[in-house]
Structures are given as structure tokens and as C-alpha cells.
């Protein structure tokens, strides 16, 4: 009995912190020790975000911002794919292009807002591009690497062993490239979120960036802190999805791997 | 014994890379079905011989016939151990012995192959063992995978490079009497690299020392097998193979 006590404190430690800052907060600001215009009350954010729910207001700039998102990331991890697959796999392209392409990526894609802004306005194409060229550098460098970084061993296993060279690749290279793609892909959704929120923010007449600027002006801090809420939810649905989807992929792989029966 | 072994001619073989001459006017012949050891200092050039049999490599000058033709690249009928099992660890144990089968699947389905594989892993002892990923073998469980993989397909020669290097003493007479035993009924030419006299000696039907890129020596082993590691006639010719190694020139 006491055991299971002290397992159930052990495992909710972590969590009091957080609580007993939540409760304060709650306190404070109703009764008004802090301001509740700069700190509203948990409670009252909560409202909030019910009633934009009911307005349908939030669904749409989520749907907005899940969209720009995922388009951004379709078009950069595509490219930055292709690229690193190309360059990876054929030794004089690598060659032709790599360098520069390193060079590319030495420029910080959000200083790129502003003429981004004079070449495509502040319309989609400006996020999307800006999403996009935010995560194609990770996912090209890691898949890059992870082709070149394939053991050799097993690609000269495969050439005695009469694989063709497109079983070659879809056997051996490309299964031994992913653990690396997969880096990059994380990497490159929490790019793809910063990016967003920075664009959203500076540059948009919709989506979450643009709700929690609108706010601003008319001092509804609870919607600017139920924005960043989202936005951090968001960001982690998205790794948690892809946590799912490299566990499930990489089953073969001993940091993924449950413990063996026995 | 099926008679599937094949006959190889090595003649004035030479390999250089670069500058560095590592082969120089080997010849050498094996019968059909004989089990050939290749024993030597670090250096002198067995991986790279064995690579040329395996078509890895191209000969700088001379050639190499398996049956009656030139080896000049990767054969079907060839296949090859290395010192690492070189698992592919993203497929289990039961497909990466399907890899072996890669150049006859045109013909046989899925479930076909599989079924072989499955009746190979039996052989090799790994029967339960089909689903399992490689990384939770041990070095032993993987070589065998390795040996069923490379033997599947009934090749007519089979190179090993040093494949029991790794194992520990015990593995390693296990490993013995399981390739002795496969050997024995499928009867494919082999080639074994191995830093081992005794174990050269106990496989082969022939060892062969290299030494400075040529042969220093080629010993018949006429004792029955299986070969006792204590008899007499087995030290008597490792100590021989290990005083001509040793020997100061
Ligand atoms: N691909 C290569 N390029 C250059 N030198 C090589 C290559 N492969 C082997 N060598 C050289 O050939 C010699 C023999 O190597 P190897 O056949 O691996 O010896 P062993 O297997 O007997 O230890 C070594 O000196 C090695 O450096
Ligand atoms: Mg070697």
C-alpha cells in the first residue's frame, strides 16, 4: 500500500509544479493582485477559446495554419528529399551541387521576410515559400548524409548477392538512409511551426499568427495567450505524429526496439 | 554428395593498386567440390584475392576461370561470407536469407521463397528464429544467418572471408562442423581466408599459404575428416604451416 503511494507521488511530481503555478495564477488575477488585462485568468482563457470555438473563428485560422504548414512542408521536404537523394546517390551532382547548396542555407530563411514580402505580397504564396524553404535545408542535409553514410558493406553485400540497382536502393540504401531522414523531418517541423508563427505574425490576414496580432490591438491578451497555447499544440501533435511514424518505420531499429520477449 | 562444385583455374594472376603490387603470377587450381584454405600474414593479399574470385575486383593482368569462363564481374553461382555477417537489420533473420535468392525470384512467389528460406534457416540451426531482428542475435546466430543467405541459392563456389574471426572458440567449432556438414551435401567449391592454421586445417581439403602476393605453399591435408584437433598428423602439419609463416627471410 505504501508502495503504490509512493509510485502514484513519484509519478505526479513532475506535474505539481506546473499546478500549483496554474492555481496562482488563477488567484492572482481574480482578484486582481496582477492585472488581469496582462495576465488573464486560466479560466478565462478557457472561455474564450470556447466561444471562438463556437464561432467557428478558431476552426478556420487552425484550418489555415495546419494548411500553409503542410503545403510548406510538402514543397520544401519534397525538394530538400529530392535534392539530398539526388546529390546523395549520384557522386557528381553531389559534387556540383552540395557546396552551393550549403551556401543557401547559411542565409537565415526569416531574414528573407521582408523581400519575400515585396516579391509575393502577404498572400499565400509568402508563408508557403518562407515554410518551405525553412525545412528543405534539414531534410536535404540529413538525407544527404544518410545516403552517403549507408554502410558500404552491406551496398557490396548486396551487388554479390545479384540486387539490381533499383532493389539496391529501395533495400538497402534508402532503409538505411531513414533513421538520418528522420532527424531532418523532426527538425524541420518545429522549423516549419517558427517559420510559420514568425510570417503569420509579421505578415497575413488569417491564420493563428494573424488572430493573436489582431488581438493585440484591441488588448484581448487572452486570445494572444490561447494562440500561443495552439500553436505549441499543434507543435507538438505534429512531433508526436512523427515520433509515431519513425517508431513504427524503424521497428527493426534497437533504440526503437521493444524489449525481447524472455 | 550433389556435384555442384566447380572447377577453378587461376592463372598468372596479377593485381596491383597503384603502385603497390599485391598479386604477382599466382596460379593455382582447384578441383570441383574442393575446399581450399588460404592462410597468411595480415597484408599479403587474401581479401584481395578472394574479391578477384568473387569479381569485386578485375585482374591487372592474367585471368581466373570458373568452369570455362572468365571471371569478369559478380557471378550467380559465386558467393561470398564476409568477417562481418553484413545482416541487412531492417529486414528479420527469415528475409534476409531471401536476399540470397535475389536473382531467381522471377520465378518462384513470395510464399515460395520464403518457405525456402525458412527450410534453410533449419538447416543452419535457427528454426524459431525467422521473426526475429538480426541485432538481437549473437555473433555465432548471425554468421549462420549469413551461411544461409550465401547457401540458398546452391552456389558452385563459396568464398569466406575470415567469417569466424569474431566468434568465440567454442562458436567457432561449431561453426566448423556446420560448414563441414553443408559442405559435404551440397559440395560447392570453397575458398577460406582464415589466420587460424588450425582451422584452415581442419576444413580443407588443401592449404595454401601466401605470402608476398604468391603461393609459399600449398599443403594436401590427406587425414579423414572429421579431424581430431589433438591427432597427431593434425599438429605435426600446423606446426609446419606455422614454422614456414614464421620463418625469417
Ligand atoms: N582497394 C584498395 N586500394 C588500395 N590498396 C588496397 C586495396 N585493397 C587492398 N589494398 C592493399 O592490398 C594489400 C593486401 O590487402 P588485403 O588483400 O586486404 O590483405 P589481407 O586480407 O591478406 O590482410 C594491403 O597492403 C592493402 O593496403
Ligand atoms: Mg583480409
Same mark, same amino acid.
Given at each position: 500500500?505504501?508502495?503504490?503511494?509512493?509510485?502514484?507521488?513519484?509519478?505526479?511530481?513532475?506535474?505539481?509544479?506546473?499546478?500549483?503555478?496554474?492555481?496562482?495564477?488563477?488567484?492572482?488575477?481574480?482578484?486582481?493582485?496582477?492585472?488581469?488585462?496582462?495576465?488573464?485568468?486560466?479560466?478565462?482563457?478557457?472561455?474564450?477559446?470556447? #466561444?471562438?470555438?463556437?464561432?467557428?473563428?478558431?476552426?478556420?485560422?487552425?484550418?489555415?495554419?495546419?494548411?500553409?504548414?503542410?503545403?510548406?512542408?510538402?514543397?520544401?521536404?519534397?525538394?530538400?528529399?529530392?535534392?539530398?537523394?539526388?546529390?546523395?546517390? $549520384?557522386?557528381?551532382?553531389?559534387?556540383?551541387?552540395?557546396?552551393?547548396?550549403?551556401?543557401?542555407?547559411?542565409?537565415?530563411?526569416?531574414?528573407?521576410?521582408?523581400?519575400?514580402?515585396?516579391? $509575393?505580397?502577404?498572400?499565400?504564396?509568402?508563408?508557403?515559400?518562407?515554410? #518551405?524553404?525553412?525545412?528543405? $535545408?534539414?531534410?536535404?542535409?540529413?538525407?544527404?548524409?544518410?545516403?552517403?553514410?549507408?554502410?558500404?558493406?552491406?551496398?557490396?553485400?548486396?551487388?554479390?548477392?545479384?540486387?539490381?540497382?533499383?532493389?539496391?536502393?529501395?533495400?538497402?540504401?534508402?532503409?538505411?538512409?531513414?533513421?538520418?531522414?528522420?532527424?531532418?523531418?523532426?527538425?524541420?517541423?518545429?522549423?516549419?511551426?517558427?517559420?510559420?508563427?514568425?510570417?503569420?505574425?509579421?505578415?497575413?490576414? #488569417?491564420?493563428?499568427?494573424?488572430?493573436?496580432?489582431?488581438?493585440?490591438? $484591441?488588448?484581448?491578451?487572452?486570445?494572444?495567450?490561447? #494562440?500561443?497555447?495552439?500553436?505549441?499544440?499543434?507543435?507538438?501533435?505534429?512531433?508526436?505524429?512523427?515520433?509515431?511514424?519513425?517508431?513504427?518505420?524503424?521497428?527493426?531499429?534497437?533504440?526503437?526496439?521493444?524489449?525481447?520477449?524472455? | 554428395?550433389?556435384?555442384?562444385?566447380?572447377?577453378?583455374?587461376?592463372?598468372? @594472376?596479377?593485381?596491383?593498386?597503384?603502385?603497390?603490387?599485391?598479386?604477382?603470377? @599466382?596460379? @593455382?587450381?582447384?578441383?570441383?567440390?574442393?575446399?581450399?584454405?588460404?592462410?597468411?600474414?595480415?597484408?599479403?593479399?587474401?581479401?584481395?584475392?578472394?574479391?578477384?574470385?568473387?569479381?569485386?575486383?578485375?585482374?591487372?593482368?592474367?585471368?581466373?576461370?570458373?568452369?570455362?569462363?572468365?571471371?569478369?564481374?559478380?557471378?550467380?553461382?559465386?558467393?561470398?561470407?564476409?568477417?562481418?555477417?553484413?545482416?541487412?537489420?531492417?529486414?528479420?533473420? @527469415?528475409?534476409?536469407?531471401?536476399?540470397?535468392?535475389?536473382?531467381?525470384?522471377?520465378?518462384?512467389?513470395?510464399?515460395?521463397?520464403?518457405?525456402?528460406?525458412?527450410?534453410?534457416?533449419?538447416?543452419?540451426?535457427?528454426?524459431?528464429?525467422?521473426?526475429?531482428?538480426?541485432?538481437?542475435?549473437?555473433?555465432?546466430?548471425?554468421?549462420?544467418?549469413?551461411?544461409?543467405?550465401?547457401?540458398?541459392?546452391?552456389?558452385?563456389?563459396?568464398?569466406?572471408?575470415?567469417?569466424?574471426?569474431?566468434?568465440?572458440?567454442?562458436?567457432?567449432?561449431?561453426?566448423?562442423?556446420?560448414?563441414?556438414?553443408?559442405?559435404?551435401?551440397?559440395?560447392?567449391?570453397?575458398?577460406?581466408?582464415?589466420?587460424?592454421?588450425?582451422?584452415?586445417?581442419?576444413?580443407?581439403?588443401?592449404?595454401?599459404?601466401?605470402?608476398?602476393?604468391?603461393?609459399?605453399?600449398?599443403?594436401?591435408?590427406?587425414?579423414?575428416?572429421?579431424?581430431?584437433?589433438?591427432?597427431?598428423?593434425?599438429?605435426?602439419?600446423?606446426?609446419?604451416?606455422?614454422?614456414?609463416?614464421?620463418?625469417?627471410?
Amino acid at each position: 500500500m505504501k508502495k503504490i503511494q509512493s509510485s502514484i507521488l513519484y509519478a505526479s511530481l513532475p506535474w505539481i509544479l506546473p499546478v500549483t503555478l496554474l492555481i496562482c495564477w488563477q488567484i492572482f488575477s481574480t482578484y486582481e493582485i496582477i492585472s488581469s488585462r496582462f495576465f488573464p485568468p486560466p479560466t478565462a482563457i478557457i472561455t474564450t477559446g470556447i #466561444s471562438l470555438l463556437q464561432s467557428g473563428e478558431l476552426y478556420y485560422h487552425m484550418m489555415i495554419s495546419t494548411y500553409r504548414a503542410l503545403l510548406g512542408l510538402l514543397i520544401g521536404g519534397g525538394i530538400g528529399f529530392l535534392l539530398g537523394l539526388i546529390n546523395g546517390l $549520384f557522386p557528381l551532382t553531389g559534387r556540383l551541387f552540395d557546396s552551393t547548396i550549403q551556401m543557401i542555407r547559411n542565409i537565415p530563411h526569416l531574414a528573407l521576410i521582408p523581400i519575400v514580402i515585396i516579391w $509575393f505580397g502577404i498572400d499565400e504564396t509568402a508563408k508557403i515559400f518562407l515554410v #518551405s524553404l525553412g525545412v528543405l $535545408f534539414p531534410i536535404y542535409v540529413n538525407t544527404y548524409h544518410g545516403i552517403r553514410t549507408v554502410d558500404k558493406g552491406y551496398i557490396e553485400m548486396g551487388k554479390v548477392y545479384g540486387l539490381n540497382p533499383m532493389e539496391l536502393f529501395t533495400r538497402i540504401i534508402l532503409p538505411g538512409a531513414l533513421p538520418s531522414i528522420f532527424v531532418g523531418l523532426r527538425y524541420s517541423l518545429g522549423l516549419m511551426w517558427l517559420t510559420l508563427i514568425v510570417a503569420e505574425t509579421i505578415a497575413s490576414d #488569417s491564420g493563428i499568427g494573424y488572430m493573436a496580432m489582431n488581438a493585440r490591438e $484591441f488588448m484581448r491578451t487572452d486570445v494572444i495567450i490561447l #494562440s500561443i497555447i495552439i500553436y505549441a499544440l499543434l507543435g507538438k501533435l505534429a512531433d508526436v505524429i512523427a515520433k509515431v511514424i519513425e517508431a513504427k518505420t524503424l521497428k527493426w531499429h534497437p533504440s526503437y526496439m521493444k524489449i525481447p520477449k524472455k | 554428395m550433389s556435384n555442384q562444385g566447380i572447377h577453378i583455374q587461376v592463372s598468372e @594472376l596479377n593485381k596491383s593498386f597503384g603502385t603497390e603490387q599485391v598479386l604477382t603470377d @599466382l596460379d @593455382l587450381t582447384a578441383k570441383q567440390g574442393e575446399f581450399i584454405s588460404i592462410v597468411g600474414r595480415s597484408g599479403c593479399g587474401k581479401s584481395t584475392f578472394l574479391r578477384l574470385l568473387a569479381g569485386l575486383e578485375k585482374p591487372t593482368t592474367g585471368e581466373i576461370l570458373i568452369g570455362d569462363e572468365k571471371i569478369v564481374g559478380i557471378r550467380n553461382e559465386v558467393r561470398v561470407m564476409f568477417q562481418e555477417a553484413r545482416l541487412l537489420p531492417w529486414l528479420t533473420v @527469415l528475409e534476409n536469407v531471401v536476399v540470397g535468392l535475389s536473382k531467381t525470384k522471377q520465378k518462384k512467389d513470395k510464399k515460395e521463397l520464403r518457405a525456402l528460406a525458412a527450410e534453410m534457416l533449419e538447416q543452419v540451426g535457427l528454426k524459431g528464429k525467422e521473426n526475429e531482428w538480426p541485432s538481437v542475435l549473437s555473433g555465432g546466430q548471425k554468421q549462420r544467418v549469413a551461411l544461409a543467405r550465401a547457401l540458398i541459392s546452391k552456389p558452385k563456389l563459396l568464398l569466406l572471408d575470415e567469417p569466424l574471426g569474431a566468434l568465440d572458440a567454442f562458436t567457432r567449432l561449431e561453426m566448423h562442423q556446420l560448414i563441414q556438414k553443408l559442405w559435404k551435401e551440397q559440395g560447392f567449391t570453397a575458398f577460406l581466408v582464415t589466420h587460424d592454421v588450425s582451422e584452415a586445417i581442419a576444413l580443407a581439403d588443401r592449404v595454401v599459404l601466401l605470402e608476398r602476393g604468391n603461393i609459399a605453399m600449398d599443403l594436401t591435408v590427406p587425414m579423414e575428416r572429421p579431424r581430431g584437433r589433438d591427432d597427431h598428423d593434425v599438429t605435426e602439419l600446423e606446426q609446419k604451416v606455422i614454422d614456414r609463416v614464421m620463418q625469417k627471410t
